[in-house]
Every structure is written in structure tokens, then in C-alpha cells.
């Protein structure tokens, strides 16, 4: 079964937009770790932000901030005034049980100016 | 630090040719993992390793194999290329247990089969 599950495949918004990132996981555990990573057009994987499942506080970090909501099994991912560098793959990735990162699909963000 | 490295970045192959790619972290870090990244796909587990000497099969193992004879070394094999084998392959490392999560990616190695 699929653990984390991003629904959009791909965004596409104009420079300074608004822009939020679903994912939402699935786990039976009640330890268990949220990430997001950044995947830029050079192909390396940029960390972004690690949340344990204790831990429901927002975050912002600058232009982006996460939103943990253990009720709904999600943590999204928003990008207030969007910026062409912005422009990447992200991934939701969730670590649970075993050893792996369970990472979901990716969204392509395409911001233009 | 250099974190983690991957040698080569890129390489062909034909079918059914062989060849190692080498992950190296400087962290000392205990654990360290292969996954590969397909089109439109997360990354996947491959093999991994939580100390020298000591390899376990992933998500994804089929026709692949890892050693792991140092600390800071971690290899992933291929011994007959197939064209299914075309990704961009990443190695991470952890430190153990409870951050065994916290996963520090290296740049990663694309491979084409053809």
C-alpha cells in the first residue's frame, strides 16, 4: 500500500502566487517522521524540514511553511510569493517502520515569471 | 566535509555489462542505503546497511548487489546490466536507531542502459 501519497503531479503558478503542496501518508505507528525534500533541475535532493509525529506545530521558515495535522494524515507544504528558484520537484517523505524513507511521487512545481 | 559522495555522475552501459558504483560519507556515519529514482516515481530502497560488514535487501534488490567493507564505503553492484536498470541511483547515510530517518543524500549517479 502506498505510505505517502502527493496528489498533484504537477503545478503551475506565476511568480509571486501562493502555492501549497498536498501529501498526505498513511502509518499504524505512533512514532514516525515527516520530510520534505526539494528535487531542483540539477537533480540533488535538498533537505527542507523533518517533524516528528509528537510535534504538531506549525512551521515557517521564510517563504515556507509546513502544516501537521495528525487528524487528517497530512502535512502540506506552502510557498507564499512564489519565486522562479522555486522550481522543482518536491517530495513528502515519510519514515516509519524498517529503515528505507518511504517517499511519495513528487510534485513538479513550475513557477514562471 | 564533503557529506556524501558518489562516484561516477554519469555512465552508459550496455546490456549485461557490469559495473560498481561507489558511495563514500564522511560523517562517520553508521548506517547507509542505495535507492533508485525512476520517472515520476519517489526513490526507492535498493539495500542498505546499518554497519561494516553488514548488507539487507530493500524495497527494490533484484540485480543488484552491495558491500559494505568499510565504515564509510558503501558499494552497490551491477553484475548484468538491463535496460530496466536505467535511473538516477542515490546513496544516503544516517546515523543509527532513532535518526536512522534524518538521511543525507549524495549528489547521485545516472545511469543509462542501452
Known amino acids: 500500500a502506498q505510505k505517502v501519497t502527493q496528489a498533484q503531479t504537477e503545478i503551475s503558478v506565476v511568480e509571486k502566487e501562493d502555492v501549497t503542496l498536498d501529501c498526505v501518508y498513511e502509518t499504524r505507528d505512533t512514532t514516525y517522521y515527516l520530510f520534505w525534500y526539494k528535487q531542483p533541475p540539477s537533480g540533488e535532493l535538498v533537505f527542507l524540514i523533518r517533524?516528528?509525529?509528537?510535534?504538531?506545530q506549525n512551521e515557517i521558515s521564510g517563504r515556507y511553511s509546513w502544516n501537521f495535522q495528525k487528524s487528517t494524515s497530512s502535512f502540506n507544504f506552502t510557498i507564499t510569493a512564489s519565486q522562479v528558484v522555486d522550481s522543482a520537484v518536491y517530495f513528502c517523505a515519510l519514515g516509519n517502520s524498517g529503515y528505507a524513507l518511504n517517499f511519495g511521487k513528487g510534485t513538479s512545481l513550475l513557477v514562471t515569471p | 566535509n564533503a557529506g556524501v559522495t558518489q562516484t561516477p555522475k554519469f555512465r552508459v552501459l550496455k546490456t549485461g555489462q557490469s559495473m560498481t558504483l561507489l558511495c563514500a560519507q564522511d560523517?562517520?556515519?553508521?548506517?547507509m542505503y542505495w535507492y533508485r529514482q525512476d520517472p515520476g516515481m519517489g526513490l526507492r530502497l535498493i539495500h542498505y546497511s546499518v554497519g561494516e560488514g553488514t548488507t539487507a535487501k530493500g524495497e527494490v534488490p533484484d540485480g543488484y548487489n552491495v558491500s559494505r567493507l568499510k565504515k564509510q564505503n558503501f558499494l552497490l553492484g551491477l553484475e548484468s546490466a538491463a535496460p530496466s536498470q536505467t535511473s538516477v541511483y542515490f546513496c544516503?547515510?544516517?546515523?543509527?536507531?532513532?535518526?536512522?530517518?534524518?538521511?543525507?543524500f549524495g549528489p547521485g549517479t545516472r545511469l543509462t542502459v542501452t
Open positions: 560523517m562517520n556515519h553508521e548506517y
Open positions: 544516503a547515510s544516517s546515523t543509527r536507531s532513532g535518526r536512522r530517518y534524518e538521511q543525507y
Open positions: 517533524r516528528n509525529s509528537f510535534d504538531e
